[in-house]
């Protein structure tokens, strides 16, 4: 059973950084296409960033430039480093992963059905 967790949600302020988490157990997250969702309130879960089982990175447009996701294989762990945060960030961060097989290391996806796992997500909130 696969499982993701989340963490290092917070309250910060505009302009400031953080960085998220996600564990990942059961499977091994480089063996597959990972990504970063957000959800508003009101608002549809939407694609933040992901990456493909070669590393590739894609991004939402208004995140490019701030916002990079990188994994640790070792400690098999995702993350997506914030910089230079603004209000309209704020939003619930969910962590996916996508169990079905891929068969380009170069491909990543940018639609919630894509993913078959999803972590809890940590509130992110910024102050103007």
């Known amino acids: 059973q696969v499982q993701l967790v989340e963490s290092g949600g917070g309250l910060v302020q505009a302009g400031d950084s953080l960085r998220l988490s996600c564990a990942a157990s059961?499977?091994?997250?480089?063996?597959?296409?990972m990504g970063w969702f957000r959800q508003a309130p009101g608002e549809d879960r939407k694609f933040v960033g992901g990456i493909s089982r070669s590393g590739l990175t894609k991004y939402l447009d208004s995140v490019k430039g701030r916002f990079t996701i990188s994994r640790d294989n070792s400690k098999n762990t995702l993350y997506l480093q914030m910089n230079s945060l603004k209000p309209e960030d704020t939003a619930i961060y969910y962590c996916a992963g996508r169990q079905r097989y891929t068969s380009s290391p170069y491909t990543t996806y940018t639609t919630r059905e894509e993913y078959d796992y999803w972590g809890q997500g940590t509130q992110i909130t910024v102050s103007s």
């Open positions: 059961g499977r091994t997250i480089s063996s597959t296409v």
